[in-house]
């Protein structure tokens, strides 16, 4: 994996690079793992306490859920559920409401600072951790499948946070913290490096991320600032490529 990541990084030069452009912000205090929900058009958001909450686009509070994990440190949906983790190596699955669809299991491999969680085309569990610096494949029920050490990256992620998958791609977009180099990566979806952007324009400290594919828009949590900060985002894109499809979108309206 690791071998293809490098060569991946070595392709001809795209012809779309990705690119930010802030449309917004609002005040949300502790965002640490984000994901869409297009069922309520709004966001999950976990802050590593008990609960996790659904919020509107504007930050406006639906709806709170708790889990049987100690806190809820990364959160994703995964198809018409929720999967939480706990930050040790652990996960569960919930209905939107909060109601256990079964007991918490352990990705294997045991402790796991896990920060963030998304769910590939395949059905996989892709997370990145950063104590060791990781980004791992797992199967449905917590079975190693593949994984990558970010530190042997050029350039190396050390400070991996949040995870967003572009359905539209497969491209893996992943935030880097404070302490490693406060910016957005995107990798293919096999893990290899296609670009960066440095947040620091627009924020510290970035915790989690979710993508809108329907509307191109990415949501970025900063820890720093207490913020949710919103973009119209442009994915890196091979010179024969066709422009992106819209994806679905907000099924509420």
């Known amino acids: 994996m690791l071998r293809l990541a490098l060569l991946w990084s070595l392709a001809a030069l795209p012809a779309a690079a990705l690119e930010l ?20 058009c709004g966001l999950w958001i976990a802050n590593e306490g008990p609960e ?35 930050g040790f190596g652990r996960l569960q699955r919930l209905t939107k409401d909060g109601t256990p669809l079964a007991a918490p299991f352990a990705l294997e491999g ?31 029920d917590g079975t190693l499948d593949d994984r990558i050490d970010t530190m042997r990256l050029d350039p190396p992620l050390s400070e991996a946070q949040g995870i ?52 191109g828009q990415l949501f970025i949590a900063f820890d720093g600032g207490a913020e949710i900060v919103t973009f119209d985002y442009t994915a890196t894109l091979p010179a024969d490529a066709d422009p992106l499809p819209p994806a679905a979108d907000c099924m509420m309206f």
């Not at 917004?24 to 793992?33: E, K, M, Q, T, V």
């Not at 085309?121 to 797992?138: A, K, Y």
């Not at 572009?166 to 979806?189: K, M, Q």
């Open 21 to 40: 452009r802030e449309t917004g912000r609002y005040d949300l205090n502790r965002p640490a793992s984000l994901d869409y929900d297009p069922t309520f």
């Open 110 to 140: 045991g402790f796991a600072d896990t920060e963030g969680i998304a769910i590939d085309g395949d059905g996989r569990l892709v997370t990145v951790e950063d104590d060791p610096e990781r980004l791992s494949w797992f199967t449905p």
């Open 164 to 215: 967003a998958i572009d359905p539209r791609t497969g491209h893996l977009l992943i935030v880097d913290d404070w302490e490693g180099s406060n910016s957005l990566y995107e990798f293919d979806a096999r893990g290899g490096f296609l670009a960066r952007a440095n947040l620091l324009e627009y924020g510290d400290d970035p915790e989690g991320i979710a993508i809108r594919p329907g509307s």
């Open 52 to 86: 996790a909450i659904l919020v509107t686009l504007q930050g406006e509070e639906l709806r709170r859920i708790s889990s049987d994990l100690g806190r809820i440190k990364a959160i994703a949906i995964e198809g018409d559920a929720l999967i939480v983790g706990d």
